[in-house]
C-alpha cells in the first residue's frame, strides 16, 4: 500500500467517506495532542532529571570517596599490617559501584591494586606524569581533592593524594590547633574506578518502565476519553440524524428529549424551528394549493384532485362531474368599478360556490373570474340541480358600488367523469367548452358537454397542443427569438424583446398558435418560467462590448404572479446565471399594471427590489385612465402597434402618440413605440419624443441575442 | 583609762577583719577557683648555683615566667632567654660560657639548643617527645608534660562513673606511657586497650576499630601522630560513635572532647624547682623524668550532656596529689 493510499485510508477512517470532521475526533485530537505533549515533556523532564539525578550521585560519590580516601589509603599507611588491604577489599565489597582500587607510588607507579575478586596480578598502567603532579600538589588540601577522569562508558575514575600530616612542633599541649603549623608527607595516590552503568542500567530500565507505563496510560486514557467522549457527545450525535432529514427537507421529525441542559437548549431550538419549518411548509402548500384572493383550492390543486377522482371514478365505476363556472360581464365589472370590487365580487362568488355544494366537493378558483367545482359521486340530474343552485345564488348575490348595483351572474358547463378514458386536462377542457356554449347561447345558464364534431376537433387540437407543448418543454423544443429596440435620440440598439417560438415539423411558430391551448391546459406559468430562466441565462452568456449595458425584455402572461414564489424564482435565476436585475424589463399587460399599481404587490416590489424594470405592454388599448400613470408601479409604456402603423396617415394616432409621450415624460416614464415600420414612422417618433422603437424598420426578430446591427441611417432618425 | 587599753585590740580586730574582707573578695572574684599551693616542704637549705639559664621556646613564655618566678633572686642568679628570638644569637655564646650553669629548657626546642650547647646540667619541661634527650650520658633530667595518670583516672572514673574501658593511641618510643596508664587505670578501675600508631592516618584508622571496644580515649600530645584534621575527625567520630575522649589541650575541648587534663604551671614550676635544688645539692639517681603532681581537669559540659554525665558542681577544677 502506498503512502497515499495509506493517507487516504486514515482519512477515510477519522473523517467518514463525506469528508466531514467528527467533533468526538477533533476532541479526541486535541486531548491526544495535549496527552501527547504532556507526556513528551514528562518524558523529556524525566530523561533530564534521570541524568542530572546520576550526575548529582556521582558527585555525591565522589565526595562520599572523598571522605573515605582515610580507609582507602591504608596500605600505604599499614605497611606493617597484612590486613590492610583485606580491610578495603571488604570495604569495596560493600559498594557495587567500585570496580577496582589501585595505589601509586609517588612517582606515579602502580603499587597494588584489587577489585572485587581480590589482588589484581596485572596491576594496570602508572598515572600519567600530569596526574602525578597535579596530586602530587594537592597534598594535603583540605577538602581532600579528587580527580575526577571520564572512562568509556558510564565509568569514571577518581584519584585522590594519600598522605599524612603531623604537627612541626613537639608543644601540642600548648599550641592553638587551628594554628599550629603542620608538615605533610606524600605517600602515594589511590585511584578507585567506578562503574556506574549498572546503576544506571537499572535506572533506565525503570525510567523505560515508567515512559512505557505513560504511554500505555496516554494510550488507554485516549481510548477510554474516545469511549467517555462518545457516550459524553451522544446528546449531540443523536442530533445529527434528524437535522439531516431536516436539510433533506423532511419536516416530520422528532427530537430525542435532552438530557443535559446544554443540550435542551439547542433542542428546544431545533423543536422550535420545526414548527416553524412545517408551520411555513403547511404555509406554502396552502399557498400552493390555494388561491390567495378567495381562499378557495389553486389550480395546481385541481389538477391533482381530478387526477385522483378520475382514477376513483375508472375504479369504482361511480360517476362524478366537473363544473366550469364562468362569471358573466366581469370584465366590465372590474374595468368599471376597480379591481378592487373586481376581487371583492371573486371573494363573493367564491363564497357563494362553497356555500353551494357538500363538504366532500371541491371547489376552486381555475383563473381570473373562472371557478372550477368537482362534484363527486353525482349523477347528471344532481350536477345540474348543484349547477342550478349556483346559477340561482349568484342571480340573487348583487353588490353595491360607487353608488351602482351590480347584480353577478355566470355561466356553467358541466362535464361528466364516468371513467378514465379522458384525462383531467380533456375533461376541463370539455367542461371549459360546455361553458363557453352556455356563454355564446345567452350567459346566465347551464350547459353540458355535447361533443360536437367542431368541439371535438378543437379539443382535439388543443390536447394535442398541449402535449406538444409539453413535450417541448421537457425536451427544450422552445425557442426565443430577439428582436431590437433602438434608442432613438442616440440611434444604438440598447435593448431587445425575447419572443416565444415553438419548433414544430412545420418550422418555427408564434405564441399566438399555441398559447390558448396552454392557458387552456394550466401550462402558462411553466412556459412563463421556461421563458424568463432562458432569458437571463441568455444575457448571462452575451460577452463582450456588445454584453454591457444590453437590456432584455420579457413578457409575462396574467398568470405569472399567482404563483407567490414567482419574485423568489426570479432572484435565484438572476444570482445562478449571475446576471444584474437591471439588465431584465418585466412587460406586462396594461390590467395587470394598473391592479399592482391599486394593490401593492408583493412580487412587484420583490423584482424592482432586484433591480428589474417594469414595460406596460400594448399601452392605450386597455380602458385604464392616464390617471393611473401616476401610481404605475412601471419605467415603459409600450405604445400598442394599432397607434404607430399608421401614424405617418392618421392624425389621430400622432396625437394619441404624442400625448402619450408628454403624459409619461411628465410621468418619468419611457416609451417605446412598437410597429416601426418605416422611415417616416421613425421620424415622426423622433420628432414626439418617443425613446424607443421597434419593429421591421429596426429589426426583425432572429435568434442570437446581440447581434444585430442597425441599419437605420442617421437621417431617418434626425428630427 | 580603760578605752586607751581597748584601743589597740580594737585596732588589731579591725585590721583582722579588714584583711579577712579582701581576701575573701578574692576569693569571689576568681572564676576558676585559685589554686591554693599544697605546702611543701621547705627546700634543703643547699647552696645556691650562680646561675640559672632559662631556654624557652615560641608559646613557652609563660612557663618560663612562672619558672622564673618561683627561683628566689636571692637564690638563683637566672637569665631567660627565648631561642627563637634573634637576641638569642647574641646572648647564648656568652652563657655558654659561663661554668656551672644549670639549664632549665622549656620546650623541645629550648631542650635541644640546651643539650647541642650547653654541656652542663640541663632541666626540661614541656616536652613530649624526650626519648631524644635522654640517654646521652649527659645529666638531663625533666618534668613531664603529662598529667599524673593516676590523679586522671581516678578523676575520670568520678565524674564519670560508667567509663570502664580506655583507648590509648601511641607512637612506638612511648611504650612506657602505656605501662603507666594501664596501671593507674587499674587502680581507678579501668582497663586500657593500646594501639602502636606512626602517623596521624594510622591514629585515626586504629581509633575507628578501637571505637565499638572502648568507652573513653585518652588522647596523648604527641605531635608525631596527630594532626589538626586527624584531631578534628577523632573526635567528631567520637562524640558519634559514644567514645570520651579526654584531651591533652583547653583548645580542644570546643572540638567536641568530653575534659582536658592538664599540669599546672605553677605545680610544674615547682617541680623544676625541686629537681633544681636536687641538682645543687648533688641528689643521685633523680629520675629521668618526674612528674608532676597536680592538674587541671576542664570539662565541656554539652559534651558531657550529651553523653547522659552527671552534671558537675564546677567546669574547671584542680586535682592535687596525695604525696
Known amino acids: 500500500m502506498s503512502a497515499k493510499d495509506l493517507r487516504l485510508r486514515i482519512k477515510k477512517r477519522l473523517f467518514g467517506t463525506r469528508g466531514r470532521r467528527s467533533l468526538i475526533v477533533d476532541i479526541l485530537s486535541v486531548q491526544l495532542l495535549i496527552t501527547g505533549g504532556i507526556t513528551l515533556v514528562a518524558l523529556a523532564g524525566l530523561t533530564w532529571t534521570s541524568r542530572a539525578v546520576v550526575q548529582e550521585n556521582l558527585n555525591y560519590w565522589a565526595e562520599q570517596w572523598a571522605g573515605e580516601l582515610n580507609e582507602l589509603g591504608a596500605p600505604f599507611y599499614l605497611r606493617s599490617r597484612d590486613d590492610a588491604v583485606l580491610d ?10 567500585i570496580e577496582s582500587v589501585t595505589w601509586y607510588r609517588p612517582d606515579g607507579s602502580v603499587f597494588t591494586s584489587i577489585d572485587k575478586n581480590g589482588p589484581v596480578e596485572r596491576p594496570g598502567v602508572p598515572l600519567e606524569a600530569g596526574t602525578v603532579a597535579d596530586l602530587s600538589a594537592k597534598a594535603g588540601a583540605r577538602p581532600a581533592y579528587l580527580l575526577r577522569q571520564n572512562l568509556e562508558g558510564k565509568r569514571f575514575r577518581l584519584s585522590g593524594p594519600i598522605w599524612t600530616e603531623s604537627f612541626s612542633n613537639d608543644g601540642v599541649f600548648e599550641m592553638d590547633p587551628d594554628r599550629a603549623k603542620t608538615r605533610s608527607e606524600l605517600l602515594g595516590f589511590v585511584g578507585v574506578n567506578l562503574d556506574f552503568s549498572s546503576y544506571q542500567t537499572a535506572f533506565l ?231 363557453q356554449t352556455a356563454k355564446a347561447n345567452g350567459r346566465n345558464r347551464v350547459e353540458f358537454y355535447n361533443v360536437s364534431t367542431k368541439q371535438s376537433e378543437r379539443m382535439v387540437q388543443d390536447v394535442e397542443w398541449m402535449h406538444h407543448i409539453r413535450h417541448a418543454l421537457e425536451h427544450e423544443e422552445l425557442l426565443l427569438h430577439y428582436q431590437p429596440l433602438m434608442h432613438i435620440p442616440t440611434g444604438t440598439i440598447s435593448h431587445y424583446e425575447a419572443l416565444l417560438r415553438l419548433k414544430t415539423a412545420e418550422g418555427v411558430i408564434g405564441p399566438q398558435t399555441f398559447l390558448p391551448a396552454a392557458a387552456r391546459f394550466g401550462l402558462l406559468e411553466e412556459i412563463d418560467h421556461w421563458v424568463v430562466k432562458h432569458s437571463i441565462q441568455a444575457l448571462s452568456e452575451l460577452s463582450g462590448d456588445d454584453a454591457a449595458g444590453l437590456r432584455l425584455s420579457i413578457n409575462l402572461s396574467t398568470l405569472a404572479f399567482e404563483n407567490p414564489l414567482f419574485g423568489t424564482k426570479v432572484r435565484n435565476w438572476l444570482q445562478e446565471y449571475g446576471v444584474s436585475g437591471d439588465r431584465i424589463c418585466f412587460e406586462i399587460t396594461e390590467q395587470m399594471a394598473v391592479r399592482f399599481a391599486v394593490n401593492t404587490d408583493k412580487q412587484i416590489t420583490m423584482l424592482r427590489d432586484l433591480g428589474c424594470l417594469i414595460a406596460v405592454d400594448d399601452f392605450g388599448t386597455g380602458y385604464s385612465s392616464f390617471s393611473y400613470l401616476k401610481q404605475l408601479p412601471v419605467d415603459y409604456l409600450k405604445i400598442d402597434g394599432s397607434f404607430i402603423r399608421e401614424i405617418t396617415r392618421s392624425k389621430v394616432d400622432q396625437t394619441m402618440v404624442r400625448m402619450i409621450a408628454e403624459v409619461a415624460k411628465a410621468a418619468g416614464l419611457q416609451t417605446v413605440a412598437e410597429y416601426v415600420e418605416s422611415a417616416a414612422a421613425l421620424k415622426l417618433l423622433a420628432k414626439y419624443g418617443i425613446d424607443y422603437a421597434q419593429g421591421f424598420y429596426v429589426g426583425r426578430a432572429t435568434a442570437t441575442l446581440g447581434v444585430t446591427k442597425l441599419s437605420v441611417s442617421d437621417d431617418a432618425v434626425s428630427a | 583609762m580603760q578605752r586607751r587599753q581597748d584601743a589597740p585590740l580594737r585596732c588589731c580586730v579591725f585590721l583582722l577583719l579588714l584583711v579577712t574582707a579582701v581576701i575573701g573578695c578574692n576569693r569571689r572574684r576568681a572564676a576558676i577557683p585559685p589554686i591554693q599551693p599544697v605546702p611543701v616542704s621547705a627546700p634543703v637549705s643547699v647552696p645556691l648555683l650562680p646561675e640559672v639559664a632559662i631556654l624557652s621556646s615560641d608559646g613557652y613564655a609563660a612557663m618560663a615566667a612562672e619558672l622564673k618566678k618561683s627561683l628566689p633572686r636571692e637564690a638563683y642568679k637566672v637569665t631567660s632567654v627565648d631561642v627563637d628570638t634573634e637576641e638569642s644569637r647574641r646572648i647564648l655564646p656568652s652563657l655558654r660560657e659561663r661554668s656551672g650553669m644549670v639549664v632549665i629548657a622549656i620546650g623541645l626546642p629550648a631542650a635541644r639548643v640546651a643539650r647541642d650547647r650547653f654541656s652542663g646540667p640541663v632541666i626540661f619541661s614541656q616536652v613530649f617527645n624526650y626519648q631524644e634527650l635522654l640517654g646521652s650520658g649527659r645529666s638531663i633530667r625533666g618534668v613531664s608534660a603529662m598529667p599524673p595518670l593516676d590523679l586522671l583516672a581516678k578523676e575520670w572514673k568520678k565524674i564519670d562513673p560508667k567509663v570502664r574501658r580506655i583507648g590509648l593511641i601511641v607512637a612506638r618510643p612511648h611504650s612506657e606511657l602505656v605501662t603507666q596508664a594501664e596501671k593507674a587505670a587499674k587502680a581507678a578501675s579501668l582497663s586500657v586497650i593500646h594501639e602502636v600508631s606512626s602517623s596521624d592516618r594510622e591514629t585515626l584508622y586504629l581509633f575507628k576499630r578501637m571505637a565499638p571496644q572502648i568507652d573513653g580515649l585518652w588522647l596523648v600530645p604527641d605531635d608525631q601522630i596527630l594532626s589538626p584534621a586527624v584531631l ?62 597536680e592538674l587541671v581537669i576542664r570539662l565541656n559540659v554539652d559534651v558531657a550532656g550529651h553523653f547522659g554525665m552527671p552534671s558537675p558542681p564546677r567546669a574547671a577544677w584542680v586535682v592535687r596529689s596525695d604525696r
Open chain 1, 88 to 97: 578495603v577489599e571488604r570495604f569495596i565489597q560493600k559498594y557495587p559501584e
Open chain 1, 205 to 435: 530500565k525503570r525510567l523505560e518502565m515508567a515512559s512505557l507505563a505513560l504511554i500505555v496510560l496516554l494510550l488507554t486514557s485516549w481510548i477510554v476519553g474516545r469511549a467517555l467522549l462518545k457516550r459524553a457527545l451522544r446528546p449531540l450525535s443523536e442530533l445529527q440524524e434528524p437535522l439531516s432529514r431536516i436539510a433533506k427537507g423532511e419536516t416530520d421529525v422528532l427530537f430525542p428529549d435532552p438530557r443535559h441542559k446544554e443540550t435542551q437548549a439547542i433542542v428546544t431550538a431545533l423543536r422550535d424551528t420545526l414548527l416553524t419549518l412545517q408551520e411555513r411548509e403547511r404555509h406554502l402548500s396552502h399557498l400552493a394549493n390555494h388561491d390567495s384572493l378567495t381562499g378557495l383550492y389553486s389550480r395546481h390543486r385541481l389538477v391533482s384532485e381530478l387526477d385522483g377522482e378520475v382514477a376513483s371514478c375508472a375504479d369504482s365505476g361511480t360517476r362524478s362531474a366537473l363544473c366550469f363556472v364562468d362569471l358573466d360581464q366581469f370584465k366590465y365589472i372590474n374595468d368599471t368599478c376597480g379591481h378592487p370590487a373586481g376581487d371583492q365580487f371573486l371573494r363573493l362568488a367564491a363564497e357563494q360556490l362553497r356555500n353551494a355544494v357538500r363538504s366532500n366537493d371541491f371547489v376552486a378558483r381555475f383563473g381570473g373570474d373562472e371557478f372550477v367545482l368537482l362534484l363527486r359521486n353525482v349523477s347528471k340530474s344532481q350536477a345540474r340541480e348543484v349547477a342550478s343552485k349556483i346559477l340561482t345564488r349568484m342571480r340573487n348575490l348583487s353588490h353595491v358600488e360607487k353608488g351602482h348595483v351590480f347584480q353577478l351572474q355566470c355561466s356553467i358547463g358541466v362535464a361528466a367523469i364516468t371513467s378514465s378514458r379522458f384525462g383531467t386536462h380533456e375533461i376541463i377542457a370539455q367542461a371549459d367548452m360546455a361553458c
Open chain 2, 232 to 293: 578534628r575527625d577523632l573526635l567528631n567520630y567520637a562524640r558519634s560513635h559514644g567514645v570520651r575522649v579526654c584531651v591533652f589541650n583547653d583548645a580542644l575541648l570546643q572540638w567536641g572532647a568530653l575534659m582536658s587534663a592538664t599540669p599546672t604551671p605553677v605545680d610544674t614550676a615547682r617541680t623544676l624547682r625541686r629537681l633544681l635544688d636536687g641538682m645543687a645539692n648533688g641528689a643521685k639517681n633523680t629520675p629521668n623524668l618526674t612528674t608532676v603532681s
